[in-house]
């Protein structure tokens, strides 16, 4: 068990500490150390601050402020007279000397540390009002049992006063906290999706099964990771804070009553961790499980056309009725522990309500202390309770929390480059295509799909990979692309950013009719005519009236046949000019004559290609074939002798 928090707090800070800190060595010690650093300086200005309005009212309104606050004079006078003075001067300085000290790690974090300096601030000083409102409770209860009317009137006065004062320091605590999550859900989700996008991680992780519903993970569980961490800090910092405020107070009416409060959390906290770590791995499975379940009903969406056709209502209901049934029993047994949990936790927090009472009673019928005192120390007693009991009363939440940073863990593993499998077969950058000894296995290489393949297109030649369906041609494209690497030999390819690829099934994106014209480079400036020229070229002429425009956001996969998507993933092509294209039957839903329209268009614009394909029509716009056989074998023929060879064979 301990291990397993040991873990889990590894994960969280490696998640959590880049915002505020450079992810290097001894730097969760670092963010440690400048957190606590800020604590102090912000009590001290905190401190600074109170002692000055005190002296305030003690200049301008003695009387006043000697029936209010005489206590709290004395106090503070007492302090600077003495030598506390230089003890309140480190609070200052020392922290300031530290934050210069690794100035150059925090300098670009600025507006982190100054958003958590103002939640902290505010923090302290909804503990510093409570402290006050619970003198307040005091002598106002002691005026009313004193009938001193004078008195009442006045606390009551003053009690308002710190509650205007009050509620827009609350207000806006709130508020900054916030703002705090939402920045640092903005930094960690552009994080996340940067290393996402980086080196395909998106492809690996989809293609491999590596971890289940990154989405959900990108959306849902940074969000709440950002918004519960900045939760448990300040419910931390709030328990610690009134731990160290109210001991005191109830110190000094009771110390029989410290020992009680202490005792009854501790006792109340270890059984709940006990009832409560079975939680955490059934949260998990609900996180897991609700998303695939989720995930089965967008599946249907963009599928629907499909399932549709195959009149596939019954399975996919199956499928769906298996997925929610998981989620179900997964919440059935979530729901039990929780049952139990909440027994234990509803009786451990009513106690409390009369514990205080029953301790002071001797006391307070003895006449040691006031009515207005037990009064006091009932509101402490409870403060502290609270302080102690945090793991009680939030251990749904904590395991709920617990959840999300494993799978944010597991996440961020998956999107590391140093997680990923060396590459077998290598990639180098060329003018032209040359394949040499490459040997391709499934990414799992449980099946060899092509032995020893040595292709040269020298001259720039342009070719043509046919074969039985499942042989493994596209597989062979992937492999060309570096999307899959399993087995060795050399690729030579130009640039990425100079080949263009065209699947079968064109991808078409969320966004308007031009964004489908320019993908990937959605930025570049192309006026409205020169789209027109390339939609005429493509047959598409008609297309920018009948959708609403080129500003027009359709569902453009749904809105276009296959034919029509085949020939707008040409106009693509054409418009961004690339040096070099893949083809893997991307004429597959064309007539003949279209097809054999945009292979010419290819040859004027000087695009070299590799294609995939069954029709022997586009033989004439090869220079040569590669046949893959089966069972790793494969052949390389020009396409005269390929012909020949088809002739013969018919």
């Known amino acids: ?20 800190f450079p992810d290097i060595r001894g730097g969760s010690w670092a963010t440690l150390l400048l957190l606590f650093m800020l604590l102090v300086f ?4 905190l401190f ?6 005190t002296w305030a009212g003690n200049i301008f309104a003695p009387d006043l402020t000697a029936k209010i606050a005489s206590g709290l004079i004395s106090t503070i006078t007492d302090i600077f007279n003495s030598k506390g003075w230089m003890i309140l001067a480190g609070f200052l300085i020392v922290p300031i000397g530290t934050f210069l000290l690794f100035g150059r790690y925090v300098r670009s ?22 402290v006050a409102f619970s003198f307040i409770a005091n002598y106002f209860t002691n005026a009313l049992v004193q009938k001193n009317q004078d008195m009442a009137y006045l606390f009551v006065v003053v009690y308002f006063c710190g509650f205007m004062i009050g509620i827009p320091i609350v207000a806006f605590y709130g508020y900054v906290q916030s703002y705090l999550g939402m920045r640092w859900r903005e930094w960690l989700t552009r994080e996340f999706l940067s290393q996402y996008f980086d080196n395909r991680s998106y492809y690996e992780i989809e293609t491999q099964a590596i971890i289940d519903n990154p989405d959900q993970r990108i959306m849902e569980d940074i969000r709440s990771f950002t918004r519960t961490s900045l939760g448990f800090l300040l419910i931390l910092l709030g328990s610690v804070m009134d731990l160290i405020s109210f001991t005191g107070i109830l110190w000094s009416k009771s110390v029989l009553l410290v020992c009680v409060v202490l005792g009854y959390s501790l006792v109340g906290t270890l059984l709940t961790v006990l009832i409560g770590r079975r939680l955490v791995g059934l949260n998990f499975n609900q996180l897991r499980f609700e998303a695939d379940f989720r995930y089965s009903l967008v599946h249907v969406r963009d599928n629907a056309e499909s399932i549709a056709f195959y009149q596939g209502e019954k399975p996919e209901i199956a499928q769906i009725g298996d997925r929610f049934r998981k989620v179900l029993g997964n919440f059935s047994l979530l729901i039990g522990w929780q049952r139990n949990l909440s027994l234990f936790t509803t009786a451990y927090s009513y106690l409390p309500v009369v514990l205080p009472f029953l301790v002071l009673f001797p006391q307070y019928f003895s006449g040691q202390i006031e009515y207005g005192d037990m009064v006091q120390a009932n509101f ?5 309770y609270a302080a102690l009991s945090l793991i009680v009363s939030q251990m749904d939440q904590i395991t709920g929390f617990a959840a999300g940073v494993e799978r944010l863990s597991t996440f961020a593993d998956a999107v590391t480059p140093s997680q990923r499998p060396i590459t077998g077969i290598t990639t180098d950058k060329a003018d032209r295509f040359a394949l040499t000894d490459v040997t391709l296995l499934t990414p799992t290489r ?6 020893g393949l040595t292709v040269d297109l020298i001259n720039r030649n342009n070719l043509l990979v046919v074969g039985q369906s499942g042989v493994g041609k596209s597989s062979l494209l992937r492999a060309i692309a570096g999307l899959w690497t399993q087995g060795s030999g050399q690729i030579l390819r130009p640039d990425l950013k100079d080949i263009y690829f065209l699947p079968q099934r064109p991808y078409m994106l969320l966004g308007s009719l031009r964004d489908q014209l320019l993908y990937p480079r959605t930025l570049q400036q192309t006026p409205d005519n020169e789209l027109r020229r ?5 047959n598409l002429a008609d297309l920018p009236e009948r959708s609403g ?3 027009a956001e359709l569902a453009w996969a749904d809105v276009l046949s296959l034919g029509e998507q085949q020939r707008l993933a040409f106009a693509r092509l054409f418009i961004n000019r690339p040096g070099f294209a893949v083809l893997d039957e991307a004429t597959s839903a064309l007539d003949r004559e279209n097809e054999a329209k945009l292979y010419r268009k290819l040859q004027e614009l000087n695009i070299h290609y590799i294609s995939v394909g069954h029709r022997s029509s586009i033989l004439d716009y090869h220079n040569y074939v590669l046949e893959l056989l089966g069972r790793a074998d494969w052949r390389l023929l020009t396409t005269q002798d390929y012909r020949a060879q088809m002739d013969i064979s018919s």
């Open 549 to 551: 425009g080129f500003g």
């Open 446 to 451: 449980s099946r060899t799909l092509l032995q």
């Open 380 to 384: 402490a007693f409870s403060q502290i």
């Open 48 to 53: 600074i601050f109170v002692s000055a309005m």
């Open 109 to 130: 974090r600025r507006q982190a540390w100054t958003l958590l300096a103002t939640v902290l601030i505010l923090s302290l000083s909804v503990t510093g009002i409570n």
């Open 42 to 45: 912000l009590f001290g200005i």
């Open 534 to 538: 390339v939609l005429q070229i493509v």
């Open 1 to 20: 068990m301990e291990q397993v928090k040991r873990s889990l707090w590894r994960k969280f800070i490696t998640i959590a500490q880049p915002y505020f």
